[in-house]
């Protein structure tokens, strides 16, 4: 019922899952990972423990292939479960149990694991291998993920539907204001919020996340000098805020604007000229 990839980023800085499927919800089930630890999806018949297990597994120092054969071990309904693992060093495992209800099954390599069941056949997994492959290093790992999951929906995806999709990624430090490690955490939970297409809308989501949540690069920083101050407090006023501060607080820029004053992102530079004009 569930078509997920499960990978670490080439550098070894983040880990993250991407997931559709028809069914309610799916990114409260299936995805869990913590930075510096590894990733996980558990699907079809989903065993929810695993995650916790996992994680747990493989902080202790299990390997991803080590994690999964202790989960399986101990539980009896091994042959209805799906699994994917991708440990700190980016090393994968994945697992389709034997009753699980076709056409399912999964594909690893170097730093992924792709899996998938209920699927209208074995071209929803090689189509998301060969996304992931072809997007590349350089691209970011909520990218390559989003790339994998959207080739898998257009190769045919859940043989019952579209309903939701999930995106999770962790990278140390990566949180808002840097207080976690939750780089991306985005959910469509059910289809009929966004016309029947959850991965598209996912895709919205994620553009939006890295606007609003992500820190600005040294190339997207442009120094506020004392012209520049004016005419940023000129333009929010204008707008009817009290400063400038308090537009950026009001519109939810506080990761694109220094907390000195010193810089402000290229991009909410653009924003508020052009709201101003």
């Known amino acids: 019922m569930t078509f997920s990839i499960v990978a670490r980023s080439a550098d070894g800085e983040s880990w993250g899952v991407a997931v559709a499927s028809k069914f309610l919800a799916v990114g409260s089930p299936v995805p869990a990972a913590v930075a510096g630890v590894g990733a996980i999806a558990t699907q079809a018949d989903a065993n929810v423990a695993y995650k916790g297990l996992a994680l747990s597994h ?6 991803a292939e ?36 076709d056409w399912a099954g999964g594909v690893t390599g170097d730093g992924y694991a792709i899996q998938g069941n ?3 056949g074995p071209e929803v997994v090689e189509a998301m291998e060969a996304a992931w492959l072809a997007s590349g290093a350089e691209t970011s790992l909520e990218r390559r993920l989003l790339a994998a999951l959207t080739a898998g929906d257009e190769a045919g995806g859940d043989s019952r539907g579209r309903q939701s999709a999930a995106l999770l990624v962790v990278r140390d430090g990566a949180g ?10 985005l959910r469509v939970d059910d289809a009929a919020s966004c016309g029947g297409t959850p991965i598209v809308e996912l895709e919205r989501l994620l553009s939006l996340s890295e606007l609003y949540l992500t820190a600005s690069t040294d190339d997207e920083k442009v120094a506020i000098t004392p012209e520049l101050e004016a005419e940023l407090e000129s333009l929010a006023t204008g707008l009817g805020h009290r400063d400038f501060a308090a537009w950026v607080g009001t ?16 991009r909410i530079l653009e924003i508020i000229r052009e709201a101003g004009r």
Request: glycine share 12%.
């Open 58 to 63: 493989l902080d202790d120092g299990a390997t």
């Open 66 to 101: 080590v994690a999964l054969q202790r989960l399986l071990e101990e539980d009896d309904g091994r042959d209805h479960r799906q699994v994917g693992i991708v440990d700190v060093d980016g090393s994968a495992a994945s697992h389709t149990g034997g009753d699980c209800l």
């Open 118 to 120: 209920i699927l209208t």
């Open 176 to 185: 808002y204001g840097g207080n976690d490690d939750i780089a991306c955490d």
């Open 251 to 266: 519109e939810n820029y506080e990761m694109r604007v220094a907390d000195d004053g010193s810089w402000i992102d290229v």
